[in-house]
């Protein structure tokens, strides 16, 4: 990767990561994020069918702009995508190793743990009826996306600093 291209894919980054500000400005706007303070979202309660598919749909487009961050970080540095029934998974897992001479790791151990957790409700929300969707497991992850949030941008600075320094300088 040179210059020009670690400038794309800090363009690209940023941009993930204001959609991940427009979700959860939304969320805010409905008393979902940082903490869960409301019962309702959009005047619906939150175990109504139409509630879980609302959240189930925030939850599944955050998980959508984190693995597309990956996805930026994989093609730019050439290290190629995974393949096979589980490379959602090995995506993120990879994007958790740092690869000596090409990359520093981009998401922690710690943060590789709970995007795990989002990850499997995103192939829920994607493989099931909205009907079936678990509002007691939407909470607890909802419970949880402040802290993802946190993590996320602090792995994500520490990896654009550590690129900086190398494409920058």
């Not at 619906?44 to 487009?61: K, V, W």
């Not at 709970?114 to 493989?127: I, S, T």
Request: glycine share 6%; aromatic share 8%; proline share 2%.
């Amino acid at each position: 990767m040179n210059k020009s291209e670690y400038i794309a894919l800090k363009a690209r980054i940023d941009y993930e990561l204001q959609n991940l500000n427009l979700i959860e400005q939304a969320l805010r706007e409905e008393g979902l994020f940082p903490k869960v303070v409301s019962s309702n979202i959009s005047g619906l309660d939150l175990s109504s069918d139409l509630a879980r598919r609302a959240i189930g749909s925030y939850l599944h487009d955050y998980y959508n702009a984190i693995e597309k961050i990956a996805t930026h970080v994989c093609r730019a540095t050439g290290e190629g995508m995974p393949d096979g029934d589980n490379w959602h998974y090995q995506l993120i897992f990879n994007m958790s190793l740092e690869l000596d001479g090409l990359r520093p790791r981009l998401y922690s151990e710690e943060t590789l743990n709970l995007l795990n957790e989002l990850r499997g409700f995103r192939h829920v929300f994607r493989n099931v009826y909205g009907v079936n969707l678990d509002s007691n497991k939407e909470m607890a992850l909802l419970k949880k996306l402040s802290k993802i949030s946190k993590m996320l941008r602090r792995d994500i600075a520490s990896f654009i600093s550590i690129m900086d320094e190398a494409f920058l300088q």
